[in-house]
C-alpha cells in the first residue's frame, strides 16, 4: 500500500472474530490482530478507517436469536461497537458502522442469494430491515460513549442513485426525488428519521412496528456519511404522477464490467456525492467504494494490462471531481479493491482488485491499474 501511494486504508473487523459467541467474550486473538493492523498502518503513515459490520454475523446470533429478525442482535451489535471503539479509537479516528445494509438485507434475507440464504415474506423483511437501521443508530450511541475525543463515525451504505435523463432543473429535482425514495428503508429513515409516506403505503399492513424513539436512535447524528458507488440505479425525467418522476428501463445493450450487474455510467459518482450533501447536507461524504471487475488475463509477458480499468477510474473520478469544483464535500476516495479477493455469492471467479492474485500460489502481481492509482495517488489528481 505504501508503494501505492496510499494515504488511507479501510478495513472490516470481523465481528465474530471478537466475539465468537456473539456477545460476551471476547477473543483475544482477534484484538490483538486488528490491535497489530492498526500500529502497522500508522508506522507506515497510513490513516486507518475500520468498518465494524461486512456481512459476516456471528454464527451463535444466527442461532440463538434467528439473527438481524430479533432486535437482541441490534443490541449486541451495539455493545460489539462500543467494545471496539475502546480498543481503537486512541490510533482509529474513523468508524463506519454497517457496510451495504441494502445488499445484505435484500440479498440474504430478501432473494437469498447471500448468507444466510433466506426469502422471508414482506412483513418479517421490513422487521428486520428495520432492526438493522437501529443497529446502526444504537451503535453511533455506543461508539459515542465509548471512543475518545475526537472519534468520527458514519454508515457505509450503497445509495441507489438516480440520474436526470437529462439536465435541467425539473430532470434533476425528479433524480432527488427519486434518490430519497429509492433509500427510503435505509439512509432516508437514517438521514431524516422517518420512513417516507409513500415507502409505508407502499408496506401497508407489512409495514415495520416501530416507536417514535426508535426513530430517534436510528436518525442520531452522524459526523460523515460513506457511500459505496458502482453503477446508477436508474435514469429518471420529471413526470406528473403522483411520485414526480418517471424511471427509464436500461437498454440491453447498456455496458458493463464483467459483473453484470455494473451497468456503467461514470455520472453515477457525481450525482451520487451531489444528491447526498443536497437531500441530508452532509457535512463531509468519503466514497467508501468504487470498481471494476475485468477478465484480467496475463500476457506472455506475465503482466496485466486492464486498460478498460484504467478507463472506469479515469472516467469516474472525472465525474467526483467535478462534485469537489461545485463544493461537494467528498473527503476521500477508497478503490474496490485493493487486492482480487471473495466476492460473496460469485466466489473467486470475479476480480475487482488493483493487484493480481493468483489463488493456487498466492503470488501477488500489480496491474497497469494498480502503476495509474499510484500516479494517480501521488498528484491526488485526475491523470
Not at 482477534?30 to 459490520?53: C, H, M, S
Not at 443490541?75 to 479516528?93: I, P, W
Not at 471487475?293 to 486492464?306: C, V
Request: hydrophobic fraction near 40%; proline fraction near 5%; glycine fraction near 6%.
Amino acid at each position: 500500500m505504501k508503494s501505492l501511494n496510499v494515504q488511507s486504508y479501510r478495513f472490516s473487523i470481523a465481528w465474530s472474530r471478537i466475539f465468537p459467541d456473539g456477545a460476551k467474550t471476547p477473543n483475544q486473538k482477534g484484538i490483538d490482530f486488528y490491535n497489530r493492523l492498526v500500529d502497522e498502518l500508522l508506522a507506515k503513515g497510513i490513516k486507518p478507517f475500520a468498518t465494524l459490520f461486512h456481512w459476516d454475523l456471528p454464527q451463535a446470533l444466527e442461532d440463538k436469536n434467528k439473527g438481524w429478525l430479533s432486535l437482541d442482535t441490534s443490541k449486541a451489535f451495539a455493545d460489539y461497537a462500543g467494545f471496539m471503539a475502546e480498543k481503537l479509537s486512541d490510533r482509529v479516528n474513523h468508524f463506519f458502522t454497517l457496510n451495504e445494509m441494502w445488499t445484505f438485507v435484500e440479498l440474504g434475507y430478501g432473494i437469498g442469494i447471500h448468507a444466510p440464504g433466506l426469502t422471508l415474506a414482506p412483513a418479517a423483511l421490513n422487521q428486520l430491515r428495520h432492526n438493522v437501521v437501529l443497529a446502526h443508530g444504537l451503535s453511533v450511541q455506543a461508539i459515542r460513549a465509548k471512543g475518545k475525543t475526537g472519534t468520527k463515525v458514519g454508515v457505509a451504505e450503497n445509495v441507489k442513485v438516480a440520474i436526470p435523463f437529462y439536465e435541467s432543473p425539473e430532470n434533476i429535482k425528479a433524480a432527488e426525488a427519486a434518490t430519497r425514495e429509492l433509500n427510503a428503508g435505509y439512509m432516508t429513515v437514517i438521514m431524516e428519521g422517518k420512513y417516507t409516506d409513500a415507502f409505508l403505503k407502499k408496506a401497508g399492513a407489512n409495514a415495520p412496528k416501530f416507536t417514535p424513539e426508535e426513530l430517534k436512535i436510528i436518525s442520531t447524528p452522524t459526523d460523515f456519511c460513506g457511500i459505496n458507488i458502482y453503477n446508477p440505479e436508474c435514469y429518471v425525467q420529471a413526470a406528473s404522477n403522483d411520485m414526480g418522476y418517471e424511471i427509464f428501463p436500461f437498454a440491453k445493450s447498456h455496458p458493463s464490467s464483467t459483473s453484470p450487474w455494473e451497468k456503467l455510467g461514470p455520472e453515477t459518482l457525481y450525482w451520487g456525492a451531489r444528491h447526498v450533501n443536497k437531500l441530508w447536507n452532509a457535512k463531509e461524504i468519503y466514497i467508501t467504494e468504487n470498481g471494476y471487475s475485468s477478465t484480467d488475463e496475463l500476457a506472455p509477458d506475465n503482466r496485466i494490462y486492464d486498460t478498460d480499468r484504467i478507463m472506469f477510474m479515469r472516467s469516474y473520478l472525472s465525474q467526483l471531481q467535478r462534485a469537489t469544483r461545485e463544493g461537494v464535500p467528498v473527503k476521500g476516495y477508497f478503490y474496490w479493491s485493493l487486492i482480487d479477493n471473495f466476492e460473496w455469492a460469485v466466489g473467486y471467479g470475479t476480480r475487482f482488485g488493483l493487484v493480481h492474485m493468483d489463488y493456487k500460489t498466492l503470488k501477488r502481481t500489480p496491474k497497469l491499474s494498480a502503476e495509474y492509482f499510484k500516479a494517480m495517488a501521488k498528484e491526488n489528481a485526475v491523470l
